[in-house]
């Protein structure tokens, strides 16, 4: 049968012919009604779908990904599409210069694959060490050339849609190549944080495409088209992440992080064509919640996602934190007084501190940094746990332990330093059910908004090397687990989980959020919320933001009590009432009149969207 795609160039057609589309009826694309995203918080209903279900930031990444699904597309397939629509509409947060983690469910077992950026071959510890021998400044190191990683969200996206695709490969570009040619409306969003944004008109490129003549930011609603992206996708269509990796795409990365005239980088032609993602075994364990056996699994480091929220979720179940209700409400809406009561505040920061001590003192690029105790699991020994969870104060009214201090899991005490609190910011979240029973959890960053602020080829460069510690070691020389190294992998905290009944092993739930650091908080808010409180997928998302880094107190303002506030206050924390722009998709098992249902949301805090049949 002859393919035909009335919405793409001649030239891509004859490339999915050569893809083996002939096997199968063409994926057809239509440019859906373009709704103006909203920025701040807009109250969603939450969806329910019964075949497959797709959740991601933007509605037409959203719609992507459906008519994907729709088409008889696999997970993989729809992630696929998703991600470079992504790379289109949401340029602030991740796309073809960054990099991704992917947890995949092939209905019988979980699999982690591993797209994380690499430092180049050049960089060395003493990157983000200034002229004065001193750390830089966050922005001083951001803005440029220095900070970009290899990407490597396409070369890992092709490792497993060579494994689980079902529509050939050039044929889940088609939606990103239509919008970028033909246009695509600026969101409020997106227009929102250009106008607060310094450092981006500072390049050319970008300023040109993103700005007026007059510097201010697109209007809300101006359709944007983007060729050079376009061209860039057909070559990634036609040849695989070649296209991008390899030949004149991977030069011009190269030049434009080379030549970067204040701020230049290392990386490299052969760093490009070089880069390898990984598959790696997922981090999973064992959570009991209303008296229901849970298996959550999750990516291992150099995400320290998985592991922070295992010990914060493990350290909780040593407490008396599951009999503590919400105070009042199950709606968790802006109208609603549903939040968390400060009891269960307490007992959830402190817990958050004992994990980010540890997350500071050992988690980095497994390929260059032994676990404590021989294994990553040590962190997660129920026995370590309750261990910790003894240093919580938790008679009535006990007090914040201020500042933890790492454990020793597996009996070990690490020789290396533990690392000073960093900033970390991006990323976007996928979840994806499809019809054949797999499922996908993905999240994907270029980290920093807008990354490095260098456009190339009409995608944003990652700034992915800041995740490392500026300060390579402590004042005593030791070195810190996450220093900059040839080679490695930045530690991150993006977690994308999937859950599982423990008795069937049914899959239960797809969830993860953009946020840097605060992820681990907006995910573990999120599972404690539908596992815990029995609440809907949309509703746990809507719960109020709470967080702790092992520092103050962070809850999101204007949603907290004043009591609430006051109560902590009296029990020694330092509480900040701050904007916590979470950006949760979740999909979730449900039921419906005795019929199994898929249910899903999306955060009222940006502009995405569940779509599903």
């Not at 893809?19 to 440019?31: E, L, Q, R």
């Not at 992917?102 to 510890?125: I, K, M, Q, S």
């Not at 916590?580 to 955060?603: E, Y």
Request: with cysteine; charged share 15%.
């Amino acid at each position: 049968m002859k393919c035909s795609f009335q919405l793409l160039a001649a030239a891509l057609a004859a490339t999915l012919l050569a893809a083996g589309c002939t096997s199968a009826p063409p994926f057809a694309y239509s440019v859906p009604q373009q709704p103006e995203g909203a920025s701040g918080y807009t109250e969603k209903p939450g969806w329910a779908a019964s075949k497959f279900a797709v959740a991601a930031a933007n509605p037409l990444a959203t719609d992507a990904g459906y008519q994907v699904l729709k088409a008889g597309g696999s997970a993989i397939d729809a992630a696929i599409a998703v991600q470079m629509v992504l790379a289109l509409v949401e340029p602030q947060s991740s796309g073809l210069g960054g990099g991704a983690f992917l947890l995949h469910y092939n209905g019988n077992a979980v699999e982690a694959f591993d797209g994380r950026e690499t430092a180049p071959a050049a960089a060395d510890e003493k990157l983000f060490i200034g002229a004065n021998g001193r750390p830089m400044a966050f922005i001083d190191a951001v803005a440029g050339g220095r900070a970009v990683g290899v990407p490597g969200t396409v070369r890992m996206l092709e490792m497993v849609h060579q494994q689980y695709g079902k529509l050939p490969w050039a044929q889940l570009f088609i939606p990103a190549i239509t919008l970028a040619e033909g246009g695509f409306k600026v969101s409020a969003r997106l227009h929102a944080l250009l106008k607060i944004e310094q450092q981006l008109k500072k390049d050319p490129v970008a300023a040109a495409y993103f700005y007026k003549p007059n510097g201010e930011p697109l209007d809300v609603g101006f359709t944007l088209r983007n060729q050079p992206l376009a061209d860039v996708l057909k070559k990634i269509a036609a040849s695989g992440s070649k296209g991008l990796l390899e030949g004149e795409v991977a030069q011009a990365i190269v030049s434009k992080v080379q030549g970067h005239p204040g701020n230049p980088g290392k990386l490299s032609v052969a760093d490009l064509a070089g880069y390898q993602a990984k598959r790696r075994e997922p981090i999973c364990h064992d959570y009991t919640a209303q008296a229901r056996e849970f298996r959550i699994c999750g990516m291992p480091p150099p995400s320290s996602g998985a592991i922070a929220i295992g010990q914060i979720l493990g350290v909780l179940n040593h407490t008396n934190a599951a009999s503590l209700p919400l105070d009042t409400g199950m709606g968790g809406t802006p109208g609603s007084s549903a939040a968390p009561s400060a009891e269960w505040l307490h007992l959830y920061t402190e817990a958050s501190r004992l994990a980010f001590a540890d997350r500071t003192q050992y988690l980095a690029d497994p390929d260059f940094v032994p676990p404590p105790g021989g294994s990553w699991m040590s962190l997660l020994d129920p026995a370590y746990l309750a261990e910790r969870a003894r240093l919580i104060q938790q008679q009535p009214g006990g007090k914040s332990m201020k500042a933890a201090q790492p454990g020793s899991p597996g009996g070990i005490k690490s020789a290396y330093a533990p690392m000073l609190e960093q900033p970390e910011h991006g990323t976007s979240h996928i979840s994806v059910v499809d019809a054949y029973g797999n499922a996908i959890a993905m999240t994907t960053t270029i980290e920093d908004a807008f990354g490095a602020r260098q456009m190339v080829n009409g995608f944003l460069l990652n700034n992915e090397l800041t995740d490392f510690s500026f300060a390579p070691r402590d004042a005593s020389g030791a070195p810190v687990a996450n220093r900059v190294q040839p080679g490695k992998r930045p530690r991150s905290s993006m977690a994308p989980t999937l859950v599982f009944d423990k008795a069937s092993g049914q899959l239960v739930m797809s969830v993860g959020s953009p946020g840097g650091a605060l992820i681990i908080h907006y995910t573990a808010k999120t599972l404690y919320g539908v596992l815990n409180w029995g609440l809907l997928p949309q509703q746990a998302i809507n719960l109020p933001n709470f967080a702790a880094l092992n520092g103050p107190t962070l809850l999101e303002e204007k949603r907290f009590a004043p009591a609430t506030v006051e109560a902590l206050r009296a029990r020694g924390y330092e509480v900040r009432e701050i904007t916590m722009t979470s950006g949760l998709q979740a999909i979730a098992r449900g039921q419906a009149h005795g019929k199994p249902l898929w249910l899903g949301g999306a955060d009222p805090r940006r502009e995405g969207v569940m779509m599903g049949e």
